[in-house]
């Protein structure tokens, strides 16, 4: 049985299989000792998943779509500001004020936004302190000036058991 080490962005732990007549079973356990995931569709974060607290597990009879999973994460303190223009969903160049943060490791995370619209981001590239570049897309789209903040998180263990059921069947008396 596969596993999956969660982090802050979220990551497809089961592809739902295709076809006629196929029933998708998927049956997830969270094995960390002390660390809730989500598990969601594609914009899975802590604020839009389903939480899966720590030795749960969940069986789905029949997930028709893929799902995805993140660990736990919240604010730590603000690192910088957006610039004064507004990011739409996919967005993976970010440009903040002028000397607002130094260069920033390729790795590291940050949340931009709030509520369900909050994300966390891996930066890929910070070639000075006013762009940086992310390993994905938003999943979200982001008001101008918003303040992008460091990331405390708890990663984790999902254990992922995938497989099919037969379709119901009618029965005839004998």
Known sequence: MPTVNTTPLPAVVFVAPAGAGVNPVCILKNESPSQTLF????????????????????????APQNLYACSN???????????????????????????????IPAGT???????????????????????????????????????LKSVVTTPGTLRVERGTSLPPTASYPV
Do not use: K
């Open 73 to 103: 994460w919240s604010a730590g303190t603000a690192a910088a500001t957006a610039s004064a223009s507004a990011a739409t969903a996919g967005t993976t160049s970010w440009t903040v004020a002028s000397g607002g943060m130094p260069n």
């Open 109 to 147: 995370y940050f949340l931009i936004g709030s509520g369900t619209g909050q994300e966390a981001l891996a930066v890929a590239t910070s070639a000075s302190t006013t762009t940086i570049t992310t390993t994905t897309g938003a999943l979200f789209d982001h008001a101008a000036s918003e303040v």
């Open 39 to 62: 598990v969601g569709l594609s914009a899975c974060t802590p604020n839009t998943g389903l939480p899966l607290p720590p030795g749960t597990r969940i069986m789905l009879a029949n």
